[in-house]
């Protein structure tokens, strides 16, 4: 075998192994995790058109025209839309919370696509880390995440990550959608995935 041929054979094999990894990285994990309803595949019983184990929160506290989405999906056959109700409300999000301990190191993930957002509106992930008498001790939150750079033909990944402060017991996971200028159009999110990690991978 020449050169010539190994290097490409070489490359081929490096291509088909970057493809692997980052497939892998954009397919539902088969174990289980610490959130409950990760993909919103289960409705409320209590809440028509709300996600199980997840609130919807809002500046006024109405949720308005935040629900689940039977049409497109990350994983499975729902995933959650997060739109405005071209009120007051300036935030829209999910949240839900999970036992940590203090001292952990964790990555939070999830899927965004937009739905015709417009003007200045952005998303942010976030993990408010609360001790046992559920009070906030600090919390971390991704960078914005613009409407430009999420796309509305496919869905993209955006994580954050963070080390559970001591004292903590546990975190509230979030998903918000901000809007500045602009309340048309809304997001849809699917597949939100929070994972313990060691501190060897943790991003500076």
Wanted: no cysteine.
């Amino acid at each position: 075998m020449n050169r010539i041929v190994l290097s490409i054979v070489l490359i081929l094999g490096l291509a088909l192994l970057s493809f692997a990894l980052f497939a892998q990285d954009n397919v539902w994990k088969n174990v289980d995790g610490p959130l409950k309803n990760p993909s919103f595949e289960i409705m409320a019983t209590d809440r028509a058109g709300e996600p199980e184990s997840w609130n919807v929160f809002t500046e006024s506290g109405e949720i308005g025209l935040s629900r689940l989405n039977i049409d497109v999906a990350q994983h499975g056959t729902q995933s959650m839309g997060l739109g405005f109700d071209t009120k007051r409300d300036k935030f829209v999000g999910v949240a839900q919370d999970v036992d940590i301990g203090p001292g952990q190191k964790w990555k939070l993930s999830g899927f965004f696509r937009n739905v015709g957002l417009q003007g200045a509106s952005h998303v942010k992930l976030g993990l408010e880390w609360k001790n046992a008498e559920n009070v906030e001790i600090s919390r971390i939150q991704s960078a914005k995440i613009d409407r430009t750079n999420i796309s509305d033909k496919e869905w993209k990944k955006f994580s954050v990550e963070g080390i559970a402060p001591g004292a903590t017991a546990h975190a509230t996971v979030t998903v918000t959608l901000f809007t500045a200028d602009s309340e048309e159009g809304s997001i849809l999110v699917d597949t939100i995935w929070l994972e313990q990690v060691p501190a060897t991978d943790i991003k500076k």
